[in-house]
C-alpha cells in the first residue's frame, strides 16, 4: 500500500510539472513572438497598425496550441533535461519541425 501511494505521489508531481512547463512555453512563445513584432516596429508600439496586432492576436492562440501539442505528443515534458542526451534532441527538432 505505501508503494502504491509514493508511486502515485510522484506521478502527480510529475503531471504538476508537465503543465507547468506547458504553461511556461506558452507564455513563452507569445512574449518571443511579441517581442519580435516590437523589432519589426523598432520598439514603438504606437507605430504597429492594427493589420499586424489583431493578426498577432488571432494567429498566436493557434500557434500556441499547436506547438504544445507537439511538444506533448513527442513526449518532452516527460524527458528529465538534465540527463538530455541525442534523443531527446533529436525529438526537440521532430516537434519544432511539425509545429
Not at 492562440?61 to 499547436?66: A, K, P, R, S, V
Not at 518532452?76 to 531527446?88: H, P
Request: proline share 0%.
Amino acid at each position: 500500500m505505501k508503494k502504491n501511494s509514493i508511486l502515485s505521489s510522484i506521478l502527480n508531481k510529475i503531471q504538476h510539472v508537465s503543465i507547468a512547463m506547458a504553461l511556461l512555453d506558452a507564455a513563452i512563445i507569445a512574449v518571443s513572438y511579441f517581442f519580435a513584432l516590437m523589432i519589426r516596429f523598432d520598439f514603438h508600439y504606437s507605430w504597429i497598425d492594427r493589420y499586424y496586432t489583431t493578426g498577432y492576436a488571432s494567429v498566436i492562440i493557434w500557434y500556441i496550441l499547436i506547438d504544445v501539442i507537439m511538444l506533448h505528443m513527442f513526449h518532452l515534458y516527460q524527458s528529465v533535461w538534465k540527463f538530455a542526451g541525442a534523443y531527446e534532441l533529436l525529438r526537440s527538432v521532430y516537434a519544432w519541425v511539425f509545429a
